[in-house]
């Protein structure tokens, strides 16, 4: 029991030394990928500054992606195992990713009304996000803020993996389908000025800190909703808990 | 209860998927419907080549790229501060919890021993798994 305890405290004070590490080279790096944007990628020609959005909405889309994956992961891990941490795992993934659609589906309309002149349009790249971004949203939707069920984990859990099929759509779906979205990261693409490239590759490694720095930190949240869900049991069959209380 | 929560739910979902199928594709006729009106049903390349149309409204539409640039950033960092925000009200929230049950067990393990009661207090089954991630 005490032996439990003292690695319980050793292996969570390495998880808060890790984790504010993570924070510091997650700040350090959106520091750098701001510094790298504003003060030394060029404009672009015929966008002008409104370019500038491209740094922040590809690597918000990939951003997406991770969280997308992780919370399919975790729901099929969980769907096999029953264990209560990949639940965790896949409700932070889901969140986090239903959070980084938000800021795509936000940056996206703003660069495109300089650029196309509109601010939405059923191109299928914008459609398939929005489609991914609702199917995750309804996922959240399952689950009630406090104690979900097993049937509502599971059904939840499905609806993940269910979920994380639309994303090779989403990436794929410029090639296959045509759309106006631009493809210049891609194969099809013209390609990038060589010195926008430390802005992108600065923001993607900002983005992969900060998505891992929010998965993890939800994940932890999620584990300490699920605690009080335990003393919430534990208290009501001990019969020490009111109901109505609760 | 927790069925028909689900039930309820599910509905829920069921409705915002109808909707969803039904919005879609209305939307996309509708604008597809707006390109034909616009154009005369030709392309706007094939428009453009034919004939020559006067704008209406104001003659020239200037878009300002930096309040654009700037109402991207700034609502792409709301939305993470608005998030951490929430994670901290949540994570408080679920501390206070924990806290309030794990003392009312702790009076309730007292009151039982000092009651003669032989049962002792639950080994702690949660000890290893409240380590975090």
Known sequence: ?246 | MVSQDLKARVRCLAFSAIFLCIALPLGGLVQAQGADSATGGESAADARASSFRAVEGSDAEQVPGGSLLIGAYGVMWLFVFGYVWRLQKIHGQTREDIRRLELALAGAEQSGKAGGDSEGPEAGTDEADSSGA
């Open chain 1, 1 to 246: 029991m005490v032996a439990f305890r003292t690695m319980g405290t050793k292996s969570q004070d390495r998880s808060v030394r890790l984790w504010r590490m993570l924070l510091g080279l997650t700040v350090l790096l959106i520091g750098g990928s701001l510094y790298e944007i504003f003060f030394v990628a060029p404009t672009e020609e015929q966008m002008g500054i409104v370019q500038k959005i491209f740094y922040f909405h590809v690597p918000s889309a990939y951003a997406m992606y991770v969280g997308f994956l992780v919370s399919a992961i975790g729901s099929a891990a969980y769907l096999k195992t029953r264990k209560e941490t990949w639940d965790a795992i896949g409700v932070a993934g889901a969140e986090v990713g239903v959070l980084f659609c938000a800021m795509v589906l936000t940056s996206g309309p703003l660069w495109a009304r300089k650029a196309w002149g509109v601010w939405w349009t059923w191109d299928p790249r914008l459609t398939t996000t929005l489609l991914a971004g609702m199917v995750f949203v309804a996922y959240l939707a399952l689950r009630p803020s406090r104690g979900a069920g097993t049937t509502e984990k599971r059904f939840a859990a499905g609806l993940a993996i269910l979920g994380l099929l639309n994303v090779p759509i989403i990436h794929y779906s410029v090639q296959r389908w045509r759309g106006q979205h631009p493809t210049v990261i891609s194969n099809r693409g013209g390609g990038l000025s060589p010195d926008m490239y430390p802005a992108l590759y600065m923001s993607f490694f900002a983005f992969t800190a900060l998505v891992a720095l929010l998965i993890w930190t939800r994940v932890r949240v999620e584990k300490t909703k699920q605690r009080v869900g335990e003393l919430e049991l534990r208290a009501a069959r001990a019969g020490h808990l009111e109901e109505e209380e609760w």
